[in-house]
């Protein structure tokens, strides 16, 4: 069966991949998914396999990320782990292209910036709508 997430504002989740994350100029491209690794919203031709989504969504847990060891894989690219504290996860793939990640109550966020956007412009980003999200029960 389909969930249909909306909620204040009535944005939907493509509204916040597509206005909120993307529309900013400091995200290349995004996706959310749910705690179980399903997806809700993600740019076109952004494939985060659910499988993908689990182990990024168990890294964010307790104890050490196994991506300190293994990467950040996401949309089938490997990032290279640079941090991760509280909710947030960071890493980057060569100079011009890096992700973050920030897990709400409900869900993760993850945006990819690439082509000259600077890592702190995206995390500002995604931080704000993790924020927003977790205001709003989600």
Known sequence: HTHTHTHAANMSW???VDK?????GTV???AIHGM???PWATSPG????????KVIIAGLGEGEPSQ???GIRAGGEKYTFIRRVESTMNGKRGSEAGIIIEKTEQA?????FEGGIQAGACSATVGKLGDYL???GY
């Open 46 to 53: 952004f494939t985060v396999t659910p499988e993908e989504a």
């Open 134 to 136: 977790r205001g709003v």
């Open 28 to 30: 290349t491209k995004a």
């Open 36 to 38: 179980d690794g399903n």
């Open 68 to 70: 300190q060891v293994n």
């Open 20 to 24: 909120s994350l993307v529309g900013t």
């Open 14 to 16: 493509q509204d916040y």
């Open 108 to 112: 993760i966020v993850i945006a990819v």
